[in-house]
């Protein structure tokens, strides 16, 4: 979702790309064993890391050993500096997801590889893939959240610009235009794709439940904020 967006941006931008994937044809490469990683990274001046899990297992196995193994052969390859991809509130989200990135962030820390790490807030095109999912059975099921939605595009262009930069050594956040509940962004959904879907609010108890409707999504101070809401990005998908 994010990783082509990056890439084409840093292609716009006059760099030399690599892209580092299990099915990349020039350079396979494999983050939890660190197979062909040696190879891949020779003579990299910086290294994008937006890897993902499916599970929270594979996640971990991917972004925290994996991310080990990817440090580690940045270091033996003299890469000086390394852009770790991650989400705001992550180390405040009591999910399974948002805890292997906060493990993975603070491994990105304690590397000897200098470092920036990028926080963005959920992207318009996740929230939108989860509404497409749901809307088989003609109900939205959504807990009361604050977010912030951004577009992949303008998270990636914000990664980019780190990316060339020196590392800085801590968190840059990145965060949509406009805050708004979670149930808003369902009903703008269902205005512009015209799809019948009952939205259905549901009720989230407990530490999850009040974090998420305490802002733990959303960056009102985000270092960098998107200018593409999502309304105007939906519409631009040519419902």
């Keep these: 979702m994010l ?3 990056v890439a084409r941006e840093m292609l716009s931008r006059g760099h030399d790309v690599r892209v580092l994937s299990r ?3 020039e350079h396979p490469v494999d983050l939890r064993t660190g197979d062909g990683l040696d190879r891949a990274l020779a003579g990299c001046d910086v290294v994008i890391d937006a890897a993902n ?11 925290v050993d994996g991310g080990r193994l990817l440090l580690a052969a940045e270091d033996r390859a003299g890469v000086p500096h390394h852009v770790c991809v991650s989400l705001v509130g ?7 997801y948002f805890r292997v990135k906060a493990e ?5 820390e304690h590397g000897a590889v200098p470092w920036s790490i990028v926080r963005a807030t959920q992207f318009h095109e996740f929230v939108t893939t989860g509404f497409d999912l749901l809307r088989r059975w003609r109900v939205l099921p959504m ?5 912030q939605t951004v577009a992949c595009g303008d998270a990636a262009r914000a990664i980019a610009d780190v990316a060339e930069g020196a590392p800085l050594g801590k968190r840059v956040e990145v965060a949509g235009p406009e805050v708004v509940d979670a149930r808003v962004l369902a009903r703008t959904w269902r205005a512009i794709t015209r799809y ?3 939205i259905l609010p549901v009720w989230v108890p407990g530490r999850l439940g009040r ?4 802002g733990v999504l959303i960056s009102p101070e985000a270092d960098v904020r998107g200018t593409t809401t999502y309304a105007d990005w939906l519409t631009a998908q040519q419902w």
């Design 3 to 5: 990783g082509r967006r």
């Design 23 to 25: 099915r990349s044809a």
């Design 53 to 63: 899990g499916r599970t929270p297992k594979q996640a971990r196995a991917t972004l």
């Design 90 to 96: 992550c180390d405040r989200v009591p999910l399974g």
């Design 104 to 108: 993975q962030e603070r491994v990105v």
């Design 143 to 147: 807990p009361g959240a604050l977010m």
């Design 196 to 198: 019948r879907v009952m």
């Design 211 to 214: 974090s998420l409707r305490s």
